[in-house]
């Protein structure tokens, strides 16, 4: 079973934490990382997607950054 995340932050050095420990947790980079201009707040907002194989079923309840 393939799980599927949408990892997001302001372009910071959290951001770049919040995918490494995901990484470290098994976690596998899916396509590029994405940017964009929040105006409202006039912050930078990144993106990355990541994907993870897991031995349980999926279920909608379940807690993904557990995984």
Do not use: N
């Not at 932050?9 to 995901?22: G, I, L, M, Y």
């Amino acid at each position: 079973m393939k799980i599927y995340r949408l990892l997001t932050d302001d372009d910071t050095s959290a951001f770049c934490h919040k995918v490494s420990e995901a990484l470290a947790k098994g976690w596998e980079l899916h396509g590029d990382p994405t940017m964009t201009f929040d105006a409202a707040r006039g912050a930078v907002r990144c993106g990355q997607a990541v994907t993870k194989d897991i031995d349980t079923p999926y279920t909608p309840d379940m807690k993904l950054g557990a995984q």
